[in-house]
């Protein structure tokens, strides 16, 4: 994880610095239970979602689509133009 945002050792050291300044010693531990309890209903609800999501994929029915053959072009005979509307009243 520390990869992903490519700090090094000196810079954790400085940020941790900075938040014990700005906190102090007696918040601490208050900040990390509370950073630790957020991590763990994240990584709940990613599980639920996860797992919604595999029983939704194996309720679902394993058809595979059936493939229709390519339409051909052949010499149809178009359609009459019906200008009169099925659903207007006629005179």
Do not use: Y
């Amino acid at each position: 994880m520390l990869a992903l945002f490519n700090l090094g050792g000196g810079e954790i050291i400085l940020i941790l610095a900075i938040v014990l300044i700005l906190f102090g010693a007696k918040k601490l531990p208050e900040l990390a239970k509370g950073l630790g309890q957020g991590i763990k209903e994240f990584k709940k609800a990613t599980h639920n979602v996860s797992e919604g999501m595999r029983d939704a994929m194996a309720e679902s029915p394993s058809n595979v689509p059936t493939r229709f053959e390519p339409a051909t072009v052949g010499t149809a005979e178009p359609k009459s133009a019906d200008t009169t509307h099925p659903t207007a009243p006629t005179a």
